[in-house]
């Protein structure tokens, strides 16, 4: 029986045993994978209590600036009010109340009637009235759209004997007639002794106070509310009515000057601010169902991304593990087609996997080594086989933070859809640079490269980019170098558009002259004047010495080398610019290319 097993379990270990691949491909999945769904988990707890603190954050900066806006507003009614106060006309009708004859006492009060007047039109058109009460007169000047009187009383109005009884200054009520306007009385007073001469009354609509609360809301429409001292109700601007419970836990919030401040209740977050002039409270109300609800959301993106990178890990872990071996194992497998060379002693070896067969296969293969050393031909196209990959080696895209930082807001923002292209364009880039193996490809599979590269452009633009594209379909099958339009493309993006205000346009287009294809690529760019652009021809110029290793247009450069060492000297990349009008890049390569080294 135990040998039985064992040899079961032999059967299974033997396909890892033979093959160096498979133990490499299963080894870098289970090193990525554990890792990432790790990470994923914390960043996604993290991401939702970083949801809560934002809407708690967020909520106590606009109660501070909203409160601070209705502070300055009431601000406004109470100058008003003192602008009143010190009016010279009003002083002189507190003052000289003894011994006036008629006229003067008539002259009196047509000036309070104006001055009362000015009151009620300077304060625009949120004001419903204006009234003024002088106690010693038993006067009540009132103003407002219906009315202009003056009244004379036997008995003190009931909010002056409220003043005077409460030794109160200031109050401020809700119209008991109608609840859209409030009244901010504001008592006066002899300098000498601070005796109640009387009252100024201002009716102004609530409304006034809307634009401000609306601050509290913005895309949302939770209830604010204005409470007095007492915890009366005074003014709600949005939202439903409260529950009784949430209500009855608003009352209980501590009157505390300045703030803001909040809490949390049983079913809500409730936020607050008490003015230190007016002593009214600014309430805020968030229901904790909405900061969950966006919590979860949250979490669900975030789970969402996770899976995501967790199949991606697991799917590039799969290919560099095959393309790691890969080489390997094809010259394995050329090794097997030696057998035809002499016969030799092979070594032990212990490996039964591809590397023990290399072991044997390279013994025998240094008794023959010299008749394979390769001629001066050979040697010269391996020197440019190497140069060209070392210049396309040096091309790689640098957008690939800032498309991963897009997708990850977009995953807040956008449609899963939108975030699933995003990706599947990134991942079809990746896919074009790693797993082409030839030098060369067709125009079409570099036009179908830079498409993804510009469609992650777009989404970052927006209506700022206005990309064409115009080719001809018969020259869709010219070979021309790997990665040669997409380099030219993010150079324009990064030394011609980016620097530049207002829209951007980038154009690409075809044409033939004789045997040669043009490839232009043309932006509105910024430019560059003449000196950069004879500085940047010169570094274009068929150059037989090697690569370009330093300057800022080595990307340009070494695309222009590589058509040079793939097609010859005739071939390159011209380049024409007009500074703050653009510039063009033209690709000139053999309209017949089959991409043989010259």
Not at 85 to 112: G, K, T
Not at 194 to 207: E, I, T
Not at 260 to 274: G, K, L, Q
Not at 551 to 570: D, E, M, P, T, V
Request: with cysteine; proline share 3%; hydrophobic share 40%.
């Amino acid at each position: 029986m135990r040998q039985r097993l064992h040899a079961i379990i032999q059967s299974l270990l033997q396909p890892f045993k033979r093959s160096i691949r498979t133990r490499l491909i299963i080894t870098m999945v289970c090193l990525v994978i554990p890792p990432t769904i790790a990470v994923t988990l914390l960043a996604t707890n993290n991401s939702r209590q970083a949801m809560e603190d934002q809407v708690i954050q967020t909520n106590l900066s606009n109660m501070k600036w909203t409160g601070i806006y209705l502070d300055q507003q009431f601000d406004q009614l109470n100058s008003l009010v003192y602008s009143a106060l010190i009016h010279p006309d009003m002083s002189a009708y507190l003052s000289n109340y003894d011994n006036q004859s008629l006229s003067e006492q008539y002259n009196d009060q047509r000036n309070i009637t104006n001055l009362i007047t000015n009151m009620y039109y300077s304060a625009g058109n949120y004001m419903v009235g204006v009234d003024i009460y002088v106690d010693e007169r038993k006067k009540l000047y009132r103003y407002n759209s219906y009315e202009a009187s003056v009244n004379s009383l036997t008995t003190a109005p009931e909010v002056f004997t409220e003043l005077v009884e409460q030794d109160k200054d200031f109050m401020l009520n809700t119209d008991e007639e109608d609840s859209g306007k409030f009244r901010m009385i504001r008592s006066i007073n002899r300098f000498e002794n601070r005796q109640k001469l009387g009252y100024f009354s201002l009716d102004v609509r609530w409304s006034m106070m809307d634009q401000t609360l609306d601050l509290l809301n913005q895309g949302s429409n939770h209830p604010v509310l204005l409470v007095n001292e007492s915890g009366e109700l005074l003014y709600q601007s949005t939202g439903e009515e409260l529950s009784a419970d949430i209500w009855r836990q608003v009352q209980q919030v501590q009157k505390s000057t300045g703030g803001p401040f909040y809490f949390a209740a049983d079913d809500a977050y409730i936020f607050h601010y008490t003015s230190s002039a007016i002593k009214l409270t600014l309430i805020k109300v968030i229901p904790k169902s909405f900061v969950h609800q966006s919590s979860i959301q949250t979490m669900k993106y975030g789970l969402i991304v996770g899976l995501v990178s967790a199949a991606l890990s697991m799917v590039i872990a799969a290919f560099l593990g095959w393309q790691i071996s890969k080489p390997i194992v094809r010259l394995a497998q050329s090794m097997r087609g030696l057998s035809f060379m002499r016969r030799q002693e092979q070594p032990v070896s212990t490996r039964v996997d591809e590397i023990g067969l290399l072991e044997v296969k390279l013994y025998n293969m240094q008794t023959r080594i010299q008749e394979h050393i390769l001629n001066e031909y050979q040697m010269e196209l391996d020197k440019k086989n190497a140069e060209l990959r070392a210049l396309q080696a040096q091309i790689n895209p640098h957008f690939i933070q800032n498309t991963m930082q897009m997708i990850g807001s977009m995953v807040y923002s956008s449609s899963p859809e939108q975030s699933y292209q995003m990706i599947r364009s990134l991942s079809d880039m990746f896919r074009y640079v790693l797993r082409e193996p030839d030098e060369l490809t067709t125009l079409e599979a570099e036009l179908k490269h830079l498409q993804n590269y510009v469609m992650i452009q777009e989404q970052r633009f927006g209506e700022r980019l206005k990309i064409s594209v115009e080719c001809d379909e018969r020259f869709l099958q010219v070979r021309l170098p790997k990665l040669t339009l997409q380099p030219i493309v993010e150079n324009a993006f990064f030394h011609g558009l980016e620097p530049k205000q207002g829209s951007w346009q980038l154009h690409i287009s075809t044409r033939l002259e004789v045997d040669v294809l043009c490839i232009s690529i043309r932006d509105n760019g910024i430019g560059m004047d003449s000196q950069q652009l004879a500085q940047l021809r010169a570094r274009l110029v068929f150059n037989d010495k090697g690569l370009w290793t330093s300057g800022k247009q080595i990307g340009l450069a070494n695309i222009a080398s590589r058509i040079h060492i793939q097609f010859g000297s005739r071939y390159g990349i011209e380049v024409n610019s007009v500074e703050q009008y653009g510039t063009e890049v033209i690709v000139k390569i053999p309209a017949s290319a089959k991409g043989d080294l010259q």
